[in-house]
């Protein structure tokens, strides 16, 4: 069985769009569904 995540995020330009980038929730945003996936296993 697979599970699909999508995930959409929208800025309202792309200044605000890498300053989330810049402040790491990409990065979170990977650990948490690393961990989502490991528990799905």
């Known amino acids: 069985t697979k599970t699909t995540v999508t995930s959409t995020s929208v800025f ?4 605000a769009a890498q ?3 810049n402040m790491g929730v990409e990065q979170g945003m990977n650990q ?3 961990q989502l996936d490991a528990l799905l296993k």
Do not use: C, G, R, Y
């Open 12 to 15: 309202p330009t792309k200044e």
């Open 19 to 21: 300053q989330v980038i």
């Open 32 to 34: 948490t569904l690393d």
